[in-house]
């Protein structure tokens, strides 16, 4: 059974009850070895059904996070050390961004040259009649999907690179190799739910919650290179800001810190 499979559990009430108690398991809240509440307990907390905690506890089960013991009740297994969590700094965008590559491999799931929505055209500096190379990538560790990756390029540039070239190479080795001079990136992370189209590419359940993130990425004139919008599963991928204190007395403050921990690595 997959876990796309398992954790499609019979409708949302008890898809969100599952998800609730996988990330309690996953973050430690729930450690190996304690025992889960009772059906009646949990179905009282939440406001549903047994029926419905019945079916959330048969996923978490099917997933191999709990099991049932006559005479003890429902308990949390140890989960597996070897565990792969993608970690990206932050603070550290372009060193990370070829980090990331190194740790994981691509699957290429589209290719093609279009004209580019308007919101992206504008974020790329891109005249109404410029097309981009569009492509729709899944990455991979341990051979367990965590992104999904769409990305625009400008045309001009892309031409410089082949399919075969982005299914095998980095895109941002790829945009050096066509002679771009990466300056600056912006960014924003947000949050989202998973449609049928990217919840198959990623294993999880139609509406499983997933990190968002957009990012524009910028050559030393400031012209758009690359704009990137990209879906994480948060328990195989999560993001670290070192932060340092700042200013005097009363004023200090936290701010990003400089050169912080090497990202991109798999969390301990």
């Keep these: 059974m997959s876990e796309a499979q398992s954790?499609?559990?019979?409708?949302?009430?008890?898809?969100?009850i599952y998800l609730l108690l996988k990330d309690a398991i996953l973050s430690g809240r729930l450690p190996a070895g304690s025992k889960l509440p009772g059906?009646?307990?949990?179905?009282?907390?939440?406001?549903?059904?047994?029926?419905?905690?019945r079916r959330a506890m048969e996923a978490l089960q099917a997933t191999?996070?709990?099991?049932?013991?006559?005479?003890?009740?429902?308990?949390?297994?140890?989960?597996?050390?070897?565990?792969?969590?993608?970690?990206?700094?932050v603070s550290n965008l372009m060193p990370n961004m070829v980090k990331m590559s190194q740790a994981s491999q691509v699957r290429l799931l589209e290719f093609a040259y279009v004209l580019p929505p308007e919101m992206i055209r504008e974020r790329l500096g891109m005249g109404p009649s410029g097309k981009v190379q569009r492509s729709v990538r899944v990455r991979m560790v341990d051979d367990k999907?965590?992104?999904?990756?769409?990305?625009?390029?400008?045309?001009?540039?892309?031409?410089?690179?082949?399919?075969?070239?982005?299914a095998n190479t980095p895109l941002f080795v790829l945009l050096e190799r066509s002679g771009v001079k990466?300056?600056?990136?912006?960014?924003?992370?947000?949050?989202?739910?998973?449609?049928?189209?990217?919840?198959?590419?990623?294993?999880?359940?139609?509406?499983?919650?997933?990190?968002?993130?957009?990012?524009?990425?910028?050559?030393?004139?400031?012209?758009?290179?690359?704009?990137?919008?990209?879906?994480?599963?948060?328990?195989?991928?999560?993001?670290?800001?070192?932060?340092?204190?700042?200013?005097?007395?009363d004023s200090r403050y936290w701010e990003p810190k400089v050169g912080g921990m090497p990202a991109g690595g798999k969390a301990e």
């Design 39 to 53: 059906e009646n307990k949990l179905a009282e907390q939440h406001g549903v059904s047994r029926v419905t905690v």
């Design 182 to 249: 990466v300056d600056h990136a912006s960014q924003s992370i947000s949050a989202t739910l998973a449609s049928h189209e990217v919840a198959e590419a990623l294993d999880v359940a139609v509406g499983s919650p997933l990190i968002s993130l957009t990012r524009v990425v910028f050559d030393e004139q400031g012209r758009g290179v690359e704009h990137l919008d990209a879906l994480y599963r948060p328990d195989r991928y999560r993001f670290q800001i070192d932060l340092e204190r700042n200013g005097d007395d």
């Design 145 to 166: 999907p965590f992104s999904h990756l769409v990305t625009h390029v400008p045309e001009s540039i892309a031409l410089h690179y082949n399919e075969m070239d982005l």
């Design 64 to 89: 191999g996070m709990v099991a049932r013991k006559a005479g003890v009740g429902t308990v949390v297994l140890e989960q597996p050390l070897d565990a792969t969590v993608m970690t990206a700094s």
């Design 7 to 16: 954790s499609a559990v019979g409708g949302t009430k008890s898809h969100r």
